[in-house]
Protein backbone atom coordinates (compact mmCIF):
# COMPACT_ATOMS: atom_id res chain seq x y z
CA UNK A 1 0.00 0.00 0.00
CA UNK A 2 2.94 2.44 0.89
CA UNK A 3 4.80 1.65 -2.46
CA UNK A 4 1.40 2.20 -4.59
CA UNK A 5 1.12 5.52 -2.42
CA UNK A 6 4.31 6.31 -3.42
CA UNK A 7 4.16 5.55 -6.80
CA UNK A 8 1.31 7.85 -7.06
CA UNK A 9 2.50 10.55 -5.74
CA UNK A 10 5.75 10.72 -8.04
CA UNK A 11 3.37 10.53 -10.93
CA UNK A 12 1.93 13.31 -9.67
CA UNK A 13 4.66 15.39 -8.98
CA UNK A 14 6.38 14.32 -13.07
CA UNK A 15 3.20 15.63 -14.39
CA UNK A 16 3.34 18.67 -12.38
CA UNK A 17 6.62 19.39 -13.12
CA UNK A 18 5.84 18.54 -16.73
CA UNK A 19 2.96 21.17 -16.89
CA UNK A 20 4.86 23.66 -14.81
CA UNK A 21 7.92 23.14 -17.28
CA UNK A 22 5.54 23.91 -20.42
CA UNK A 23 4.25 27.25 -19.05
CA UNK A 24 7.76 28.42 -18.04
CA UNK A 25 8.84 27.82 -21.47
CA UNK A 26 6.42 28.84 -23.82
CA UNK A 27 6.72 31.60 -26.40
CA UNK A 28 5.30 34.31 -25.29
CA UNK A 29 2.41 36.17 -26.80
CA UNK A 30 2.80 39.34 -29.43
CA UNK A 31 1.62 41.99 -27.97
CA UNK A 32 -0.85 43.80 -29.59
CA UNK A 33 -0.09 48.33 -29.48
CA UNK A 34 -2.00 51.49 -30.58
CA UNK A 35 0.34 52.93 -31.90
CA UNK A 36 0.07 52.73 -35.92
CA UNK A 37 4.13 52.07 -36.25
CA UNK A 38 6.49 49.74 -34.07
CA UNK A 39 9.47 47.72 -34.27
CA UNK A 40 12.08 46.02 -31.16
CA UNK A 41 15.33 44.08 -31.61
CA UNK A 42 18.31 42.66 -29.55
CA UNK A 43 21.03 45.71 -29.52
CA UNK A 44 23.31 43.25 -29.35
CA UNK A 45 22.43 40.99 -32.20
CA UNK A 46 20.50 42.24 -33.92
CA UNK A 47 18.19 39.98 -34.03
CA UNK A 48 14.31 41.51 -34.98
CA UNK A 49 11.57 40.94 -32.23
CA UNK A 50 8.85 42.93 -33.40
CA UNK A 51 7.52 44.74 -36.24
CA UNK A 52 4.26 46.43 -37.10
CA UNK A 53 4.45 48.57 -40.39
CA UNK A 54 8.17 48.48 -39.24
CA UNK A 55 8.90 50.22 -42.60
CA UNK A 56 6.02 52.72 -43.10
CA UNK A 57 7.54 55.84 -43.09
CA UNK A 58 5.95 58.79 -40.81
CA UNK A 59 6.98 62.16 -38.96
CA UNK A 60 9.62 61.70 -36.35
CA UNK A 61 9.00 64.62 -34.19
CA UNK A 62 11.84 65.14 -32.00
CA UNK A 63 13.08 61.62 -32.39
CA UNK A 64 14.96 63.25 -35.18
CA UNK A 65 17.23 65.08 -32.08
CA UNK A 66 19.09 61.74 -32.05
CA UNK A 67 20.43 61.95 -35.33
CA UNK A 68 21.15 65.95 -34.04
CA UNK A 69 23.44 64.54 -31.44
CA UNK A 70 25.15 61.50 -33.87
CA UNK A 71 25.95 63.84 -36.34
CA UNK A 72 27.55 66.18 -33.26
CA UNK A 73 29.46 63.64 -31.47
CA UNK A 74 30.90 62.08 -34.87
CA UNK A 75 32.68 65.31 -35.90
CA UNK A 76 36.47 65.02 -35.68
CA UNK A 77 38.64 66.24 -32.66
CA UNK A 78 35.49 67.14 -30.92
CA UNK A 79 35.32 69.39 -28.29
CA UNK A 80 32.72 68.76 -26.05
CA UNK A 81 33.69 71.81 -23.49
CA UNK A 82 34.23 74.54 -26.73
CA UNK A 83 31.70 76.85 -25.87
CA UNK A 84 28.86 78.45 -28.16
CA UNK A 85 27.15 82.07 -27.63
CA UNK A 86 23.75 81.28 -27.69
CA UNK A 87 21.96 83.79 -30.51
CA UNK A 88 18.81 86.12 -30.66
CA UNK A 89 17.95 83.86 -33.82
CA UNK A 90 18.25 80.55 -31.64
CA UNK A 91 15.02 81.87 -29.09
CA UNK A 92 13.25 83.86 -32.32
CA UNK A 93 13.15 80.58 -33.67
CA UNK A 94 11.98 79.10 -30.29
CA UNK A 95 9.06 81.80 -30.37
CA UNK A 96 8.02 81.88 -33.96
CA UNK A 97 7.50 77.81 -34.18
CA UNK A 98 5.87 77.57 -30.56
CA UNK A 99 8.85 74.73 -30.20
CA UNK A 100 10.15 73.00 -26.89
CA UNK A 101 12.52 74.84 -24.97
CA UNK A 102 16.20 74.85 -23.00
CA UNK A 103 15.20 77.97 -22.09
CA UNK A 104 18.80 78.88 -23.61
CA UNK A 105 19.53 82.42 -23.30
CA UNK A 106 20.77 85.09 -25.53
CA UNK A 107 24.87 86.19 -25.19
CA UNK A 108 25.21 82.56 -22.56
CA UNK A 109 28.01 80.74 -23.51
CA UNK A 110 27.25 77.40 -23.33
CA UNK A 111 29.33 74.48 -23.70
CA UNK A 112 28.62 71.40 -26.47
CA UNK A 113 28.06 69.10 -24.23
CA UNK A 114 25.66 70.99 -22.23
CA UNK A 115 23.98 71.88 -25.45
CA UNK A 116 23.70 68.07 -26.00
CA UNK A 117 21.92 68.16 -22.57
CA UNK A 118 19.59 70.63 -23.39
CA UNK A 119 19.03 68.99 -26.82
CA UNK A 120 17.97 65.04 -25.38
CA UNK A 121 16.92 66.01 -21.81
CA UNK A 122 14.13 68.99 -22.58
CA UNK A 123 14.05 68.21 -26.05
CA UNK A 124 15.19 71.74 -26.81
CA UNK A 125 15.02 73.42 -30.19
CA UNK A 126 16.87 75.91 -29.30
CA UNK A 127 19.72 74.04 -28.39
CA UNK A 128 19.25 71.95 -31.55
CA UNK A 129 19.76 74.89 -33.26
CA UNK A 130 22.94 76.35 -32.14
CA UNK A 131 24.35 72.76 -32.68
CA UNK A 132 23.52 73.17 -36.13
CA UNK A 133 25.11 76.22 -36.53
CA UNK A 134 27.86 75.48 -34.59
CA UNK A 135 28.69 72.28 -36.52
CA UNK A 136 27.79 73.28 -40.07
CA UNK A 137 29.97 74.84 -42.71
CA UNK A 138 29.34 78.17 -44.40
CA UNK A 139 30.02 81.86 -44.64
CA UNK A 140 26.14 82.54 -43.35
CA UNK A 141 23.48 80.80 -40.26
CA UNK A 142 21.42 79.40 -43.36
CA UNK A 143 24.06 77.44 -45.19
CA UNK A 144 25.15 76.11 -42.00
CA UNK A 145 22.39 74.48 -40.72
CA UNK A 146 21.59 73.80 -44.28
CA UNK A 147 25.13 71.84 -44.34
CA UNK A 148 24.34 70.19 -41.08
CA UNK A 149 21.19 69.00 -42.04
CA UNK A 150 22.95 67.57 -44.90
CA UNK A 151 25.58 65.87 -42.77
CA UNK A 152 22.28 64.50 -41.10
CA UNK A 153 21.29 62.69 -44.49
CA UNK A 154 24.77 61.32 -45.27
CA UNK A 155 24.92 59.60 -42.01
CA UNK A 156 21.30 57.93 -42.33
CA UNK A 157 22.90 56.96 -46.08
CA UNK A 158 26.21 55.38 -44.39
CA UNK A 159 23.99 53.05 -42.30
CA UNK A 160 21.73 51.97 -45.48
CA UNK A 161 18.29 53.60 -44.32
CA UNK A 162 16.07 53.60 -47.36
CA UNK A 163 13.29 55.29 -45.54
CA UNK A 164 15.05 57.96 -43.81
CA UNK A 165 15.06 61.79 -44.91
CA UNK A 166 15.94 64.95 -42.93
CA UNK A 167 14.94 68.41 -43.55
CA UNK A 168 15.33 69.67 -40.20
CA UNK A 169 17.56 69.84 -37.50
CA UNK A 170 14.98 69.07 -34.85
CA UNK A 171 12.05 67.57 -36.09
CA UNK A 172 10.10 70.95 -37.21
CA UNK A 173 10.06 70.24 -41.15
CA UNK A 174 8.44 70.61 -43.92
CA UNK A 175 7.28 67.68 -44.93
CA UNK A 176 9.91 65.90 -45.90
CA UNK A 177 11.09 64.81 -42.15
CA UNK A 178 10.41 61.17 -41.64
CA UNK A 179 11.57 57.85 -40.89
CA UNK A 180 10.28 54.46 -39.79
CA UNK A 181 10.33 52.23 -36.59
CA UNK A 182 12.96 50.40 -37.80
CA UNK A 183 15.08 53.00 -39.77
CA UNK A 184 14.70 55.15 -35.97
CA UNK A 185 15.90 51.84 -33.66
CA UNK A 186 19.40 51.64 -35.91
CA UNK A 187 19.85 55.16 -35.71
CA UNK A 188 19.42 54.81 -32.22
CA UNK A 189 21.37 51.77 -31.76
CA UNK A 190 24.22 53.13 -33.43
CA UNK A 191 24.27 56.52 -31.46
CA UNK A 192 24.22 54.44 -28.33
CA UNK A 193 28.30 53.43 -29.42
CA UNK A 194 28.71 56.54 -28.21
CA UNK A 195 29.86 56.76 -24.55
CA UNK A 196 28.62 60.26 -24.18
CA UNK A 197 25.34 60.00 -26.18
CA UNK A 198 24.69 56.58 -23.66
CA UNK A 199 25.34 59.11 -20.32
CA UNK A 200 23.19 61.55 -21.74
CA UNK A 201 20.55 59.92 -23.08
CA UNK A 202 19.83 57.90 -19.67
CA UNK A 203 20.18 60.98 -17.07
CA UNK A 204 16.77 61.92 -15.27
CA UNK A 205 17.97 65.48 -14.80
CA UNK A 206 20.46 67.73 -14.49
CA UNK A 207 21.76 70.89 -13.33
CA UNK A 208 24.77 72.61 -16.05
CA UNK A 209 26.49 75.95 -14.47
CA UNK A 210 26.73 78.26 -17.73
CA UNK A 211 28.84 81.77 -18.08
CA UNK A 212 26.81 84.70 -18.83
CA UNK A 213 27.00 87.45 -20.94
CA UNK A 214 29.03 89.75 -18.44
CA UNK A 215 31.12 87.00 -17.38
CA UNK A 216 29.13 85.74 -14.52
CA UNK A 217 27.77 82.28 -14.35
CA UNK A 218 24.16 81.01 -14.19
CA UNK A 219 22.41 77.55 -13.51
CA UNK A 220 20.24 75.57 -15.98
CA UNK A 221 18.43 72.85 -14.90
CA UNK A 222 16.93 70.63 -17.60
CA UNK A 223 14.48 67.42 -16.75
CA UNK A 224 14.42 64.68 -19.35
CA UNK A 225 11.21 63.96 -21.11
CA UNK A 226 11.71 60.36 -21.37
CA UNK A 227 9.44 59.21 -18.23
CA UNK A 228 10.46 55.50 -19.16
CA UNK A 229 13.34 56.25 -17.27
CA UNK A 230 11.82 55.98 -14.06
CA UNK A 231 8.87 53.75 -14.46
CA UNK A 232 10.83 50.76 -16.18
CA UNK A 233 13.35 49.11 -14.55
CA UNK A 234 16.43 48.59 -16.53
CA UNK A 235 15.97 51.91 -19.02
CA UNK A 236 18.65 53.55 -20.26
CA UNK A 237 17.08 56.01 -23.28
CA UNK A 238 16.71 57.27 -25.67
CA UNK A 239 14.02 59.71 -27.28
CA UNK A 240 10.46 60.67 -26.74
CA UNK A 241 8.88 62.96 -29.93
CA UNK A 242 5.84 64.73 -30.53
CA UNK A 243 3.62 66.85 -32.57
CA UNK A 244 0.61 67.34 -34.49
CA UNK A 245 1.55 65.10 -37.35
CA UNK A 246 3.84 62.99 -35.46
CA UNK A 247 1.48 62.79 -32.34
CA UNK A 248 3.60 60.64 -29.47
CA UNK A 249 6.48 58.72 -30.37
CA UNK A 250 8.90 57.36 -28.34
CA UNK A 251 12.68 55.72 -29.37
CA UNK A 252 13.32 53.70 -26.29
CA UNK A 253 16.07 51.28 -24.91
CA UNK A 254 16.57 48.85 -21.42
CA UNK A 255 18.85 47.22 -20.39
CA UNK A 256 18.47 43.58 -17.98
CA UNK A 257 21.23 41.41 -16.97
CA UNK A 258 23.43 40.98 -20.19
CA UNK A 259 20.61 41.92 -22.62
CA UNK A 260 19.66 45.03 -24.23
CA UNK A 261 16.03 45.48 -25.72
CA UNK A 262 16.26 48.55 -28.58
CA UNK A 263 12.92 50.02 -30.36
CA UNK A 264 10.41 52.56 -31.29
CA UNK A 265 6.89 53.86 -31.82
CA UNK A 266 5.64 55.94 -33.80
CA UNK A 267 2.39 57.75 -34.21
CA UNK A 268 0.76 56.80 -30.94
CA UNK A 269 -2.56 58.63 -30.17
CA UNK A 270 -1.92 59.35 -26.58
CA UNK A 271 1.25 60.00 -24.19
CA UNK A 272 -0.59 57.40 -21.85
CA UNK A 273 -0.54 54.98 -24.84
CA UNK A 274 2.69 55.21 -25.83
CA UNK A 275 3.82 54.73 -22.53
CA UNK A 276 1.24 51.21 -22.53
CA UNK A 277 2.99 50.50 -25.56
CA UNK A 278 6.46 50.84 -24.99
CA UNK A 279 6.28 48.68 -21.37
CA UNK A 280 4.39 45.95 -23.53
CA UNK A 281 7.40 45.68 -26.21
CA UNK A 282 10.08 45.97 -23.62
CA UNK A 283 8.51 43.29 -21.90
CA UNK A 284 8.29 40.79 -25.11
CA UNK A 285 11.30 41.74 -26.11
CA UNK A 286 12.75 40.75 -22.51
CA UNK A 287 11.37 36.97 -22.79
CA UNK A 288 12.04 36.62 -26.19
Not at 160 to 180: A, C, K, V
Amino acid sequence: MRSAVTVSLTASAVLAGGLFAGQAYAAPAVPSITAPGGFVMNNGTGTTLFGKAADTRRSTGSTTKIMTAKVVLSQRNLNLDAKVTIQKAYSDYIVSKNASSARLIVGDKVTVRQLLYGLMLPSGCDAAYALADKFGTGTTRAARVKSFIGKMNDEARKLGLRNTHFDSFDGIGSGQNYSTPRDLTKIASSAMKNATFRTVVKTKSTKQKVTTKTGGYRYMSWTNTNKLLSTYSGAIGVKTGSGPQAKYCLVFAATRGSKTVIGTVLASPSEANRATDVKKLLDYGFAR
